[in-house]
């Protein structure tokens, strides 16, 4: 944080000799405003309004300093704890690639214009042959999809799924043209959220995050992960390890901590240009206190890169909970997830159990 001194006042020295009583009253009265106007400034200027993102050395998990190795080693990295506002942000912050973890801001973009209710399937969403042949493309360039048919209908709560879980390009465009009318005008509303919270280093090109030109930096992902995760919808989809889908069959959670050590969520995400990435949520007991800790861990390098997304998140999440943090066994979201009624599914394809799922990764590793 930088330290920036107070406005100083000048002191003026006013020799009278014979001034009216009136002039005088007008001489007193352009001191006083003077003064005041100091004091105004002073009072309002950047050091005096709280930091939203603290740099370097700050309270920590102890109300301690954090010290510099909770943070990885390489790329970028920042968090916040239960009861915090301001990010705890490590050094190297820079707009950065940051592969799939730009679809949270995809799915908090849709549940904000089309809600759900924990046990709410949503709306239905028609796919079409633009869409099939949409998928086709993509699994030429060797994104991550799902597949597909013409005529498959999926509810909003399952375009969800296929866009958090297996970390689907084709459904992030799907739910886009659904929700906006096209990727152009939903990827403008994205970047209108991102400035409202705040994340003054991001720019969004493509719902997926395929596009490298979609960049962010930790610090500004750790907002929009925070915001989404008070969704109890996207919360509770994040936390589920399997879904099944009408033609993709049953789909996996590529965040494979999910249920071990506390982890809830979120999203993981890898490509050449963006490294290994990883939004994460756990839940540690610290001191006797419940603590949740959201955190962003971008740019890991590796040649699996989601394992060293995890592994970093990880390792980050031990440091932050020092040896006094104990993982919390029981997870907030499951309850919800297992109680919830079997997807309706008659006004569309049928489920196949086992059916393939086409998750078609980049050379170096899927785009997930």
Same mark, same amino acid.
């Given at each position: 944080?930088?330290?920036?001194?107070?406005?100083?006042?000048?002191?003026?020295?006013?020799?009278?000799?014979?001034?009216?009583?009136?002039?005088?009253?007008?001489?007193?009265?352009?001191?006083?405003?003077?003064?005041?106007?100091?004091?105004?400034?002073?009072?309002?200027?950047?050091?005096?309004?709280?930091?939203?993102?603290?740099?370097?050395?700050?309270?920590?998990?102890?109300?301690?300093?954090?010290?510099?190795?909770?943070?990885?080693?390489?790329?970028?990295?920042?968090?916040?704890?239960?009861?915090?506002?301001?990010?705890? #942000?490590?050094?190297?912050?820079? &707009?950065?690639? +940051? !592969?799939? $973890?730009?679809?949270?801001?995809? =799915?908090?973009?849709?549940? /904000?214009?089309?809600?759900?209710?924990?046990?709410?399937?949503?709306?239905?969403?028609?796919?079409?042959?633009?869409?099939?042949?949409?998928?086709?493309?993509?699994?030429?360039?060797?994104?991550?999809?799902?597949?597909?048919?013409?005529?498959?209908?999926?509810?909003?709560?399952?375009?969800?799924? #296929?866009?958090?879980?297996?970390? &689907?390009?084709? +459904? !992030?465009? $799907?739910?886009?043209?659904?929700? =906006?009318?096209?990727?152009? /005008?939903?990827?403008?509303?994205?970047?209108?959220?991102?400035?409202?919270?705040?994340?003054?280093?991001?720019?969004?090109?493509?719902?997926?995050?395929?596009?490298?030109?979609?960049?962010?930096?930790?610090?500004?992902?750790?907002?929009?992960?925070?915001?989404?995760?008070?969704?109890?919808?996207? #919360?509770?989809?994040?936390?589920?390890?399997?879904?099944?889908?009408? $033609?993709?069959?049953?789909?996996?959670?590529?965040?494979?901590?999910?249920?071990?050590?506390?982890?809830?969520?979120?999203?993981?995400?890898?490509?050449?240009?963006?490294?290994?990435?990883?939004?994460?949520?756990?839940?540690?007991?610290?001191?006797?206190?419940?603590?949740?800790?959201?955190?962003?861990?971008?740019?890991?390098?590796?040649?699996?890169?989601?394992? #060293?997304?995890?592994?970093?998140?990880?390792?980050?999440?031990?440091?932050?909970?020092?040896?006094?943090?104990?993982?919390?066994?029981?997870?907030?979201?499951?309850?919800?997830?297992?109680?919830?009624?079997?997807?309706?599914?008659?006004?569309?394809?049928?489920?196949?159990?086992?059916?393939?799922?086409?998750?078609?990764?980049?050379?170096?590793?899927?785009?997930?």
């Amino acid at each position: 944080m930088t330290y920036r001194e107070p406005a100083r006042t000048t002191t003026h020295r006013i020799r009278i000799r014979w001034i009216p009583l009136a002039g005088l009253f007008v001489v007193i009265a352009a001191i006083a405003a003077s003064l005041g106007y100091q004091l105004l400034a002073s009072s309002s200027s950047p050091a005096a309004s709280p930091s939203h993102v603290l740099r370097g050395k700050h309270p920590g998990a102890f109300g301690e300093a954090v010290p510099s190795t909770v943070w990885p080693a390489d790329g970028q990295a920042a968090f916040v704890e239960t009861g915090q506002s301001q990010v705890h #942000a490590g050094p190297n912050q820079h &707009a950065a690639p +940051i !592969a799939s $973890v730009a679809k949270v801001m995809t =799915a908090y973009l849709v549940l /904000r214009d089309h809600p759900l209710r924990l046990g709410e399937d949503g709306p239905t969403i028609t796919l079409t042959d633009a869409d099939v042949a949409d998928t086709e493309r993509r699994g030429r360039q060797r994104e991550s999809v799902v597949s597909v048919a013409a005529g498959e209908q999926l509810t909003e709560w399952q375009a969800l799924q #296929a866009l958090l879980l297996p970390s &689907a390009n084709n +459904i !992030a465009a $799907v739910l886009a043209r659904w929700d =906006a009318g096209s990727a152009d /005008r939903f990827v403008a509303r994205m970047n209108a959220i991102a400035r409202s919270l705040g994340m003054s280093h991001t720019r969004y090109t493509d719902p997926s995050g395929y596009d490298d030109a979609t960049v962010s930096t930790a610090a500004d992902q750790v907002r929009i992960v925070d915001r989404a995760m008070r969704l109890p919808v996207f #919360a509770s989809i994040v936390a589920t390890p399997s879904a099944t889908l009408p $033609v993709a069959g049953t789909v996996r959670n590529t965040d494979t901590l999910l249920g071990h050590d506390g982890f809830v969520g979120v999203k993981t995400g890898s490509d050449d240009a963006a490294g290994g990435c990883f939004a994460f949520r756990a839940i540690r007991w610290i001191d006797g206190k419940r603590t949740t800790i959201t955190g962003v861990v971008l740019g890991q390098p590796g040649h699996d890169q989601i394992a #060293a997304g995890l592994a970093a998140g990880e390792a980050m999440v031990d440091r932050i909970a020092g040896q006094r943090g104990v993982p919390l066994r029981r997870q907030p979201y499951s309850s919800a997830h297992q109680s919830r009624r079997p997807s309706t599914s008659s006004r569309g394809f049928s489920p196949r159990l086992g059916a393939p799922m086409t998750r078609i990764s980049r050379p170096s590793g899927p785009a997930s």
